[in-house]
């Protein structure tokens, strides 16, 4: 929902959350359009709902953009202005959790510019973003990609890069992970008894110790 502050990334498993992603015409927040914002709500880890939906930007989609998401000039030419549907988009992630891959460094952004743009506030819905969320989970694993997770997990990628397949990809691997969380991911993850996010080492003045990664919202420490 709209709000003054942005929300809190949250490194931890939900069952009850919106999972969503973006298509753009680039990789850069500031400059580069929003041509595809797709999304699915899912309550106690199962695709409830979902919404998609193809986005104008009024300029070319460059093609080194089109190549990865298969979205094109013509695709977007009836599509109706971003202002247009991004009110829809806020109806349907309402309060939620959201989740996404990559989120906290590129989609979050496009989010909080668009509604700075059309309504001069921000998003304070908190986030996990399962970029970092894998790699504490899957240290070992090379490459940490939507697609390789997938394939890790053995999960089917066909119509990756699509935003709305993306999302339900993205479901199950977040779901995976929080298999991961729940079993502590083989021994390399601890979580929080308070707030259940992960508890990360941290050096203080008398030595290191275990702190929630929810800090300053959460101060659980153990030695
Ligand atoms: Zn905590």
Redesign the pocket.
């Known amino acids: 929902m709209l709000g003054k502050r942005c929300g809190r990334k949250l490194e931890k498993y939900t069952p009850d959350y919106v999972v969503f992603d973006l298509e753009t015409t680039g990789i850069s927040p500031m400059q580069d359009d929003i041509i595809e914002l797709s999304a699915v709500k899912v309550r106690g880890g199962q695709a409830v709902d979902e919404f998609s939906q193809l986005v104008n930007p009024f300029r070319p989609i460059p093609r080194q953009a089109s190549m990865v998401n298969g979205i094109t000039d013509g695709m977007v030419a009836d599509a109706p202005p971003l202002d247009a549907v991004f009110g829809a988009f806020l109806d349907f992630i309402g309060d939620h959790i959201l989740v996404g891959h990559n989120i906290h460094t590129f989609d979050m952004k496009f989010l909080y510019r668009a509604a700075e743009a059309f309504y001069g506030r921000t998003l304070d819905n908190d986030y996990i973003d399962t970029l970092p969320l894998s790699r504490r989970c899957l240290p070992d694993l090379s490459r940490h990609r939507l697609t390789d997770l997938a394939k890790h997990y053995h999960i089917p990628a066909e119509g990756a890069h699509r935003a709305l397949n993306d999302c339900h990809m993205n479901r199950m691997v977040f779901e995976e992970l929080g298999k991961e969380l729940r079993c502590g991911a083989g021994g390399t993850l601890r979580l ?1 008894p ?2 259940g ?1 992960t508890l990360k080492q941290r050096n203080g003045r008398y030595g290191a110790f275990w702190g ?1 990664s ?1 800090f300053p919202a ?1 101060r ?1 420490t153990e030695s």
């Open positions: 929080c308070r707030c996010q929630c929810g959460c659980y």
